[in-house]
């Protein structure tokens, strides 16, 4: 059933799209309904992404002058809360689109370590992020054979705050 549908909707826009300029095709309008149906899709999406990203393990050395160097390593990191409160996306008249995230939230969780000298000491950490703020603009068009074309205009982020809390291991 689906394939049916599918195939007379293609066969109509083939048979609209055919004009006295013999340029087949269809003209699509985008609507501010349409805008937030696809932002609430892609939050989600975006959310659901962001929280099964494992982030990688850092380690090396950092020296402290003339006491030598202390040994760090940060590992285990996971996204355990992300909240994409507000966003938007509007039309920019002769550009194309703007999309904004405002007031986003992500909380990592971790493993840290230090060694100096005969020293160690270890534990885990939360890091809150507080407060990014992303905007992105999209330039739309259409190339040389009149297909459509997406492309960066501008981009910014800003990140608010951080809290890190430290738990130690003793």
């Not at 050395?61 to 202390?70: A, H, P």
């Not at 550009?95 to 230090?114: C, D, M, N, P, T």
Request: hydrophobic fraction near 40%.
């Amino acid at each position: 059933m689906t394939f049916s549908c599918t195939l007379i909707l293609v066969s109509c826009l083939v048979v609209l799209g055919r004009t006295d300029t013999g340029n087949p095709g269809a003209v699509v309008r985008i609507t501010q309904k349409g805008l937030d149906y696809a932002r609430q899709i892609g939050i989600n999406v975006l959310q659901q992404k962001l929280s099964s990203i494992r982030l990688p393990n850092y380690s090396g050395s950092y020296d402290v002058g003339i006491l030598g160097s202390v040994d760090y390593q940060i590992s285990g990191m996971v996204i355990t809360n992300v909240q994409l409160s507000s966003s938007q996306i509007v039309c920019v008249p002769n550009v194309g689109l703007k999309v904004s995230i405002i007031q986003a939230f992500i909380e990592i969780h971790g493993y840290w370590g230090v060694e100096y000298l005969f020293v160690s000491d270890s534990g885990d950490f939360t890091l809150q992020v507080l407060g990014i703020s992303i905007s992105v603009g999209l330039s739309l068009g259409t190339d040389g054979s009149g297909r459509p074309t997406v492309s960066t205009s501008d981009c910014s982020a800003n990140i608010g705050d951080m809290n890190v809390h430290f738990t130690d291991t003793f």
